[in-house]
Nanobody, 122 residues
Framework: QVQLVESGGGLVQTGGSLRLSCAAA????????MNWYRQAPGKQRELVAT???????NYGDFVNGRFIISGDNAKKAVYLQMSSLKPEDTAVYYC????????????????WGQGTQVTVSS
């Protein structure tokens, strides 16, 4: 019913930048929040950044001002501009949408994208 499609991952050197994009597709009326998570090999998935439909944002402690989350409610899209990347940022980055209301009124708790690989070389 709802698909999240991510793009923008890749290989970058330490100190470089990448911009991730995620767009939600489906018969969606509204989304409460769109978030970015990441999961490195052997580690738990962790929250990178969150953006509510009202525009409020929050970041994981490790971000330290290096990343900026933004979005477009009309396009049902969220973006993550990552700068000053470090090797420890290497992970699969996942887009997540929370509190989805479909056209017709059905409510979904959430949805996940398939993930996009970000690799930062030293």
């Amino acid at each position: 019913q709802v698909q999240l499609v991510e793009s923008g991952g890749g290989l970058v050197q330490t100190g470089g930048s990448l911009r991730l994009s995620c767009a939600a597709a489906g018969a969606i009326f509204s989304i409460g929040a769109m978030n970015w998570y990441r999961q490195a090999p052997g580690k738990q998935r962790e929250l990178v950044a969150t953006r509510t439909s009202g525009g409020s944002t929050n970041y994981g402690d490790f971000v330290n001002g290096r990343f900026i989350i933004s979005g477009d409610n009309a396009k049902k899209a969220v973006y993550l501009q990552m700068s000053s990347l470090k090797p420890e940022d290497t992970a699969v980055y996942y887009c997540n949408a929370e509190t989805i209301v479909l056209i017709g009124g059905q409510r979904l708790r959430g949805a996940w994208g398939q993930g996009t690989q970000v690799t930062v070389s030293s």
